[in-house]
């Protein structure tokens, strides 16, 4: 089965300018995960969908950062205007259900100047 | 609050040594713990969890609740072992604690 999709896999943008990520999951899964992955550090929840809910948001920089789930199946995460600190890998993921395996996408590498 | 540890940044071992990659953490309740792996140019995935008590790839772990640590352990090791381990823990199965908090990894590499 073909795994989750992330594009663009590297952008760099300048700081104040706005960026979007896009997820493609594992065909019939319900949960979708957002991470962050700053150079040194494990990934950080940002964002779970269940369908095309919110479940956990709570980490999540909401004056800067928002995420949809149309439909249930893709989302995209924006980060809009972004800083320097948010230069990290941004990861997502998958599963069947919460408490399932959890597959992940290749990630965006994110490079703010 | 639930906090994962991993102590070490780097263990490098020749092909054949045994292999320890600590983990502790931090949970009041009675988590799911697991490893995730991430090889060189490939995706962060499961290696293995807790409740599941079985071997991945030689690799054992197991929960010691007294002393909170779920330490990855493998007799002899390969130079294919090499890559990036991470430790993760998830508090409860729904709300607050219910998601992955995961430790800041170590690199595991093994030399010929």
């Known amino acids: 089965e073909a795994g989750v999709a992330q594009s663009p896999r590297y952008k760099i943008i300048e700081k104040r300018q706005s960026v979007a990520f896009w997820c493609n999951p594992i065909s019939g899964h319900a949960t979708l995960y957002w991470y962050q992955q700053i150079l040194g550090q494990g990934p950080k929840l940002l964002i779970q969908f269940q369908n095309n809910g919110v479940v956990d948001d709570s980490q999540l920089p909401k004056d800067r950062f928002s995420a949809e789930r149309l439909k249930g199946v893709d989302s995209t995460l924006k980060i809009q205007p972004a800083k320097l600190e948010d230069s990290a890998v941004y990861l997502c993921?998958?599963?069947?259900?919460?408490?399932?395996?959890?597959?992940f996408g290749p990630g965006t590498r994110l490079t703010v100047t | 609050a639930q906090r994962v540890t991993q102590p070490e940044k780097l263990l490098s071992v020749f092909k054949g040594a045994p292999v320890e990659l600590k983990c502790n953490y931090s949970y009041s309740g009675s988590p799911e713990l697991f490893w995730y792996v991430q090889y060189s140019r490939q995706r962060l995935q499961l290696l293995l969890r807790?409740?599941s008590r079985e071997s991945i790839k030689g690799f054992t772990a197991d929960l010691n609740k007294g002393e909170t640590s779920f330490h990855l352990k493998k007799p002899f090791a390969q130079e294919e072992d090499s890559a990036m381990y991470y430790c993760?823990?998830?508090?409860?199965?729904?709300?607050?604690?219910?998601?992955?908090?995961f430790g800041k990894g170590i690199t595991l590499s093994v030399r010929p």
């Open positions: 993760a823990l998830r508090g409860e199965t729904t709300g607050a604690n219910s998601k992955l908090t």
């Open positions: 807790h409740i």
């Open positions: 993921a998958s599963s069947g259900g919460h408490g399932y395996e959890q597959y």
